[in-house]
């Protein structure tokens, strides 16, 4: 069901996105976009030799698509209507490589709803993206500005 404002969510609400494997294209079309060109993620190689043994996706861009599943979700689940921006990322821990040909899921949990003022609240989540195997990969608080619902009394 599609929301429109910060009332509309509550604690413990759950969203679990549909998954998405992570691709060399991937991995190049990222270095390309930000000119990260490290070795582990780039270089065949040199990743053999590396405390992983093959080329792992980076850190940002498993945050970057693994958070987005979320929107596939459908329009107005994840973020409301009336979204304001976004207000912080909290305890930010990757902790697990992502592999070319892991398939990513992202799990984000509402564990607190604070309203800022009259019009406006703070949506947090707690957030988790796991690989194919259900290991957690990166996980992080999300904090998210809406609008409340307008007070329509008199």
């Known amino acids: 069901m599609a929301k429109n404002y910060f009332e509309d969510y509550h604690v413990g609400e759950l969203f679990k996105s549909p998954g998405r494997t992570?691709?060399?294209a991937?991995?190049?079309?990222?270095?390309?976009?930000?000119?990260?060109?490290?070795?582990?993620?780039?270089?065949?190689?040199?990743?053999k030799k590396g405390v992983f043994g093959e080329r792992i996706a980076h850190g940002m861009l498993t945050l970057c698509i693994g958070t987005?599943?979320?929107?596939?979700l459908g329009d107005n689940l994840f973020l409301p209507k009336y979204f304001?921006?976004?207000?912080?990322?909290?305890?930010l821990r990757y902790t697990a490589p992502v592999m070319i040909g892991d398939t990513i899921?992202?799990?984000a949990k509402v564990i607190e709803m604070n309203p800022k003022d009259e019009k406006r609240g703070v949506l947090t989540y707690d957030i988790k993206i796991l690989?194919?195997?259900?290991?957690?990969?990166?996980?992080?608080?999300?904090?998210?500005?809406?609008?409340?619902?307008?007070?329509?009394?008199p």
């Not at 930000?34 to 582990?40: A, I, K």
């Not at 987005?68 to 596939?72: D, I």
């Not at 304001?84 to 305890?91: C, D, T």
């Open 105 to 107: 899921y992202c799990n």
């Open 22 to 24: 992570i691709t060399e």
């Open 84 to 91: 304001i921006a976004n207000y912080g990322i909290e305890k």
């Open 131 to 153: 690989n194919q195997k259900n290991d957690e990969v990166l996980v992080y608080l999300e904090k998210v500005l809406v609008e409340r619902k307008p007070n329509l009394d």
């Open 68 to 72: 987005s599943l979320l929107f596939r």
């Open 26 to 47: 991937d991995i190049i079309l990222y270095s390309s976009l930000t000119g990260d060109w490290w070795e582990g993620h780039t270089n065949v190689e040199f990743a």
